[in-house]
């Protein structure tokens, strides 16, 4: 206050002069201008730094204004980073005193020196050397340096450095002014660094959140979808606008799925589980997990799905194929059984046959009963066959011989459903090189799928039409069988799906959906293809295409059936 009063004496007093009192308004009139430049740099400092600037950018916007009122020629800032002073901005670059990336030594650095004492250090260059810099520091001809140590918080980030070529006298005001200028820069670094390592966080746990192969959702307060991971796009075939905002209720009674343990979890504050069931048949198991604060409370919750339908299936199959097995084993030891007595029967009527001619009833009579035996024992014979768990062999084999083997199993039962049975088989049809037996599975499902689509039908044509035959594709002979039915025929969205384990149309003691798999897995092991056309209403008709042998080959070359469909 007393100076105040001074200062409006000499300006105002009587004792004062024209010249002094101009002379004293030109000296306020700078150091007031110089203290606005000094406000309007710091100012300008925070305003254009920007956490992506790099650290060479910032220090030539800082020089540049520091110029205006100070005679420095160089900046230079070095940066903690795991417990040592690294060298990590200069400008001008020329005029550097070390390489950026250069760890300083603790013991004669200059700067490690000063960040230690956490002082401002005005140091003149010394001859001869004291600290490491001093040396280059001479070659760059500075004579002066400022050491401003950057603190934010009590923790110290690293030291920014003034160079001059010349020697200025500084007042208290501008050390107290580099200083303050000091400690917004080091608000800065330390603002970018957090927000750096907040930006490196989020992008982690992102990029975690979106490496994950199943489906994951967060849900906020509201039980509103937030976040999701790629896997839910391509799942649910839906796009962001759809999923985002919707609620777990909204969402998945539009896909027809059984209620999603979201709600739940958000009643009771605890972890749900539920198994979904798509409306196009595929299975979740979901667990919603809540997301607590600090105090316990719920305000959100994180909802895993992963998609178990092939693990399903292929348990079911497993099942199966054990039932399979258990009925193919007991298929084999029934028909070993009736060999012994139908080995009699044949013997006897044979003998019986040697006294009677076929022109008398009896010779008639056991003539029906041997031709039936015989019948009987082909019947036998490929239950035994089919039944058979020895590993599959390749070999030239005959297309028209696998059809006749299993119409010799089921022609009858076909026959006796009133269906007609056309039988087309080509002449001189080339053989292919596979095993017999499993393209007879092939055929058999082909078979009775065609049956069962037929009965299905209130058509009074019920026909069933076997051919074979070989064609050229794409340069190579192919052998054909197609099976031609007037059935119900498949409806064209369907088409895709017949192929997928499990699907059937049929009712649960009818079928399991694994005939077609199975098929299509086979026809597919032996470099085959099968294809289907359908006409709802009408009937449908399924190819098998296998590549005829090019050569006899010889046999021998080990098979092992293949279960993965």
Request: aromatic share 8%; net charge negative.
């Amino acid at each position: 206050m007393q100076e105040k009063e001074d200062m409006i004496q000499r300006l105002t007093g009587v004792k004062s002069s024209k010249r002094n009192y101009y002379h004293e308004l030109k000296k306020n009139v700078r150091k007031i201008e110089k203290q606005n430049m000094q406000l309007d740099l710091i100012n300008q400092v925070v305003k254009s730094f920007n956490i992506d600037m790099p650290f060479d950018d910032m220090l030539q916007h800082v020089l540049n204004r520091l110029r205006q009122m100070f005679p420095f020629d160089h900046l230079s800032l070095c940066t903690v980073e795991n417990n040592s002073l690294v060298v990590s901005g200069s400008y001008p670059s020329e005029l550097a005193v070390l390489t950026l990336g250069t760890v300083l030594d603790p013991d004669r650095s200059l700067y490690t020196d000063a960040l230690r004492r956490r002082e401002t250090v005005l140091y003149h260059i010394a001859s001869p050397s004291v600290y490491i810099e001093d040396d280059m520091l001479q070659q760059l001809g500075m004579t002066q340096m400022f050491l401003l140590p950057l603190i934010s918080r009590h923790r110290p980030l690293g030291v920014l450095s003034l160079c001059s070529t010349s020697t200025a006298s500084y007042t208290g005001a501008d050390l107290a002014f580099l200083q303050q200028l000091a400690d917004q820069l080091a608000v800065c670094i330390e603002n970018s660094r957090l927000y750096n390592e907040v930006l490196r966080s989020k992008n982690d746990w992102e990029n975690t959140f979106s490496a994950v192969t199943d489906m994951l959702f967060y849900f906020d307060s509201s039980q509103r979808i937030t976040r999701f991971n790629p896997s839910v796009i391509a799942f649910l075939e839906l796009n962001s606008d759809q999923i985002q905002g919707r609620t777990c209720t909204e969402l998945f009674e539009a896909l027809h799925t059984d209620p999603c343990p979201v709600t739940e979890c958000f009643a009771t504050g605890h972890t749900a589980y539920a198994r979904m069931t798509f409306s196009d048949g595929r299975l979740c198991d979901s667990f919603a997990y809540p997301v607590l604060d600090d105090i316990g409370q719920m305000y959100g919750a994180i909802l895993y799905m992963k998609d178990i339908t092939k693990k399903v299936h292929i348990e079911a199959q497993l099942i199966q194929s054990g039932k399979l097995a258990a009925i193919g084993e007991m298929a084999a030891g029934v028909a070993h059984e009736l060999n012994n007595p139908l080995t009699a029967i044949l013997g006897n009527t044979q003998l019986l046959l040697r006294e009677f001619t076929t022109d008398t009833p009896e010779g008639k009579l056991l003539h029906d009963i041997l031709g039936c035996g015989k019948r009987c024992r082909n019947i036998i014979q490929n239950l035994l066959t089919f039944s058979r768990q020895d590993a599959y062999t390749f070999e030239p084999c005959s297309l028209n011989e696998a059809v006749e083997q299993v119409l010799s199993l089921i022609r009858y039962q076909i026959e006796q459903s009133d269906i007609e049975l056309h039988i087309k088989l080509a002449d001189d049809l080339p053989l292919f090189e596979g095993s017999l037996q499993q393209i007879e599975q092939i055929v058999l499902n082909l078979l009775l799928n065609a049956k069962d689509a037929v009965l299905d039908t209130i058509d009074s044509i019920r026909r069933i039409v076997l051919r074979t035959e070989a064609a050229q594709h794409d340069g190579q002979t192919i052998v054909c069988l197609h099976i031609e039915d007037t059935g119900c025929g498949i409806a064209p969205d369907r088409l895709e799906e017949i192929f997928h384990p499990f699907f059937t149309t049929k009712e649960a003691r009818r079928g399991t959906g694994l005939g077609l798999s199975v098929s299509l897995g086979i026809a597919r092991a032996h470099n085959g293809r099968i294809e289907v056309t359908s006409n709802p209403g009408a009937g449908s008709r399924f190819t098998l295409l296998l590549p005829a042998a090019p050569l006899p080959m010889e046999k021998g070359e080990t098979y092992e059936s293949i279960t993965d469909c």
